[in-house]
């Protein structure tokens, strides 16, 4: 099988998944078929074609994708990735993940997930500006501050949503903060969006240690993964008094029991989180797994803990900061072996809620200090992982079925309040 067939498999595979869960997660909380019907796909999916100058003078017309799961409860919203692999089944999968996202956090919002195939590391910033606007054009029916607010996600950053902010400011002809999140603090970001997803991981983390009678000083902490999220998560860990034993990135792993130098990895990582081709004595990504410590994260990417290796994890807390790194067998067997796993949905539900509270600070035009952002975060962060650990507890259930449970709840009652089912 070829690299792109394997991808498309993957993608479609967690497309299905996804569905798999959502039927037992609507079961469970006793809605009928049609929920599911309506629930199982996403509502829009926009396919635009968009052609971009490049610098040597060629044209090239690149693809791009959103995709609205759902929008009773209010207007879509979720990420756009820049990514050669990136595919329509899994724009699609993603943004039933917001949905699941926005209804744990109990934000006013559906889920939406956009994408390009593009490799941005090959490309100019002029390039990467024609294109974000190129995109904003193409698509510009669809979303707006009441419709579909999009954000940064895998290779994206505060430089591409300030371009697209004021494409969409220019075509409409009004500024519109609101358009889009993730900015940059002077064109309305909020203050604490940049460390959001890294800040509710690493409240998971702490909840899922007190529900597990774990001690985060001197805990042995194992980070998949140094991009936005591993490398910020690395470094609130270290200041958590965690034991920092290992991190890795695309190239490799570095791992040494008695904990490594996390602020000189910092110094050091690109802007692509890569650090260990500066080391000698690396190890692979997936021995890293199988590496003692208390707490994993896996911040990297997906399918990384599956039947093959579950059996072989030390940890006895997995919080998954990655989208779906671990496969539903894999989730079985550590649930089995009494691993507490915090699903993706739930532990990486920060950078969403911060998001939230910039939508909502440039629409009252009044900004928040970093601490009140950071406080309002514990609270949403702290709250969603004691409902989903009572549910899972009351309905003897896993904590990722608990979090679809909770994570759908909303988008069938607003779906059902409005008469649509
Ligand atoms: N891309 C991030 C996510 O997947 C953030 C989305 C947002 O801020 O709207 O959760």
Redesign the pocket.
Known sequence: MSEEQKEEKESLNLFLSTQTVIKEALDKLGYSNSVYELLKEPIRMLKVRIPIKMDDGSVKVFTGFRSQHNDAVGPA???VRFHPEVSEEEVKALSIW?SL?CGIADLPYGGGKGGIICDPREMSFGELERLSRGYVRAISQIVGPAKDIP???VYTNSQIMAWMMDEYSRLREFDSPGFI??KPLVLGGSQGRETATARGVTICVEEAAKAKGIDIQGARVIVQGFGNAGSYLAKFMKEAGALVVGISDAHGALYDPNGLDIDYLLERRDSFGTVTNLFKNIITNKELLEQECDILVPAAISNQITADNAHQIKASIVVEAANGPTTLEATKILTERGVLLVPDILA?AG??TV?YFEWVQNNQGYYWSEEEVAQKLQKVMVDSFKNIYQTSQGHQVDMRLAAYMVGIRKAAEASRFRGWV
């Open positions: 919203k979720g990420g917001m996202k954000a940064p996600d999140t993730g990486s950078g969403v998001s």
